[in-house]
């Protein structure tokens, strides 16, 4: 009997979802160099009409990550794959995507209106939008452990009223430059991009 194939009526095995985030370094360790953003390694994902983008520094390994797995999953289904809103909401990144639907354009060329009408063609991809959801989530829960600046491993403390995951060596008070105060240095530090 042939291993590779499996008996008639017979489902294939789930493979359970692996994803290699890059390693977090050590608090003391420094990285000689960013990491080359998420956004200029996967841009057709950050593009297009979107609800509101902003990217960490630090939790790029994380998104980078991700959008690896993304696009190997949705590559031969031809679904485009896009963010439509990224974003910190309590410590943790907030993932928002939208999944392409494949539409074509009809025109009724018997009638006397120019109008084209858009025909959307659902591809069922319920198995492949659940997959993509353990991914995004899977991202979510390891931002919440990683220093927003840096992607050192971290816990989330209380820093003037918002949880916020940060290693030692960027705490809000050695990032402020003599005229800021409060989360502003942070800000400056950590935010890589931003487009609302």
Do not use: K
Request: aromatic share 10%.
């Amino acid at each position: 009997m042939d291993t590779h194939r499996l008996p008639a009526g017979t489902a294939r095995p789930q493979r359970p979802i692996e994803i290699a985030f890059v390693p977090w370094p050590a608090i003391g360790q420094r990285r000689s160099a960013r990491p080359v953003s998420a956004r200029s390694r996967f841009p057709a994902m950050f593009s297009g009409p979107h609800a509101g983008i902003t990217l960490y520094r630090g939790w790029n390994p994380i998104l980078a990550a991700a959008c690896r797995e993304i696009q190997q999953a949705v590559e031969f289904r031809g679904l485009g794959f896009r963010w439509v809103r990224i974003e910190e909401e309590d410590g943790v990144a907030a993932l928002f995507y939208a999944l392409g639907e494949r539409s074509r354009f009809v025109i009724d060329l018997a009638n006397s209106s120019r109008r084209a009408v858009v025909l959307n063609t659902h591809a069922r991809a319920d198995d492949l939008v659940r997959y993509i959801d353990c991914v995004v989530l899977d991202a979510e829960r390891l931002s919440a452990e990683a220093c927003m600046v840096c992607g050192a491993h971290s816990r989330r403390r209380n820093y003037f009223g918002r949880d916020l995951p940060l290693c030692d060596r960027h705490q809000p008070e050695f990032l402020n430059a003599s005229d800021e105060e409060g989360l502003e240095g942070l800000w400056r530090e950590a935010i890589e991009w931003e487009e609302r």
